[in-house]
């Protein structure tokens, strides 16, 4: 049974950083790709960040890329999105996912999810 567990959400304001984790009982987690999505109520879930199995090549939606950095620690089972310079337009709840492999984009494409955290940023 694979679990992900997001953690590290908050209050901040504009301007600030927060680091999200997100804990896999995953037993072969270094081939995953892992990802990170948004959701704000009544939107569709929005991709943020993702980072490969194997090379762990990242990837990263423009309006997050140098503000936000997604890595990973293959011996602790655990992937981070950094996120720095947050906006009021950031404030969703973030949800990580896994897949075998490969990156994508689309929420459809993978097979595993947290129970998402609460990002807030006030203005």
């Known amino acids: 049974q694979v679990q992900l567990v997001e953690s590290g959400g908050g209050l901040v304001q504009a301007g600030g950083s927060l680091r999200l984790s997100c804990a896999a009982s995953?037993?072969?987690?270094?081939?995953?790709?892992l990802a990170w999505f948004r959701q704000v109520p009544g939107t569709e879930r929005e991709f943020v960040a993702a980072i490969s199995g194997g090379a762990g090549n990242t990837y990263y939606t423009d309006s997050v890329k140098g503000r936000f950095s997604i890595s990973r620690d293959n011996a602790k089972n655990t992937v981070y999105l950094q996120m720095n310079s947050l906006k009021p337009e950031d404030t969703a709840v973030y949800y990580c996912?896994?897949?075998?492999?490969?990156?994508?984009?689309?929420?459809?494409?993978?097979?595993?999810w947290g129970q998402g955290t609460q990002v807030t940023v006030s203005s």
């Open positions: 996912a896994a897949r075998p492999y490969y990156y994508a984009n689309s929420e459809l494409q993978y097979d595993y």
């Open positions: 995953i037993r072969t987690f270094s081939i995953y790709a």
